[in-house]
Nanobody, 124 residues
């Protein structure tokens, strides 16, 4: 089993920055593909960033490319999402997800474990 706990969400103005974190406990963190998804009210839960086991392969949705950076600290068992140049359309609940397999893995159904989510609100 893997347990994921997000933190770091909050309210920020347009153009600001925020970093959300995901503490991982349970099975070996380094054997999982990790990702950040987000879900706004009335919308689907979409993948915004994903990182491979070794950390060398990343994916970003076009909507966040160049503004968001996903990273992982295996020693601390923590996943991060640094969000810069935030826009009101980035407002959503952000979820951390883990999958015990490799691959592009950008759809919700590919992930076995989920955190409870953390709210990010960007004011205009």
């Amino acid at each position: 089993q893997v347990q994921l706990v997000e933190s770091g969400g909050g309210l920020v103005q347009t153009g600001g920055s925020l970093r959300v974190s995901c503490a991982v406990s349970g099975r070996t963190f380094s054997f999982y593909t990790m990702a950040w998804f987000r879900q706004a009210p009335g919308k689907e839960r979409d993948c915004v960033a994903r990182i491979s086991w070794g950390g060398g392969n990343t994916y970003y949705a076009d909507s966040v490319k160049g503004r968001f950076t996903i990273s992982r600290d295996i020693a601390k068992n923590t996943l991060y999402l640094q969000m810069n140049s935030l826009k009101p359309e980035d407002t959503a609940v952000y979820y951390c997800a883990a999958a015990p397999r490799a691959g592009l893995l950008t759809v919700r159904g590919s992930y076995d474990y989920w955190g409870q989510g953390t709210q990010v609100t960007v004011s205009s």
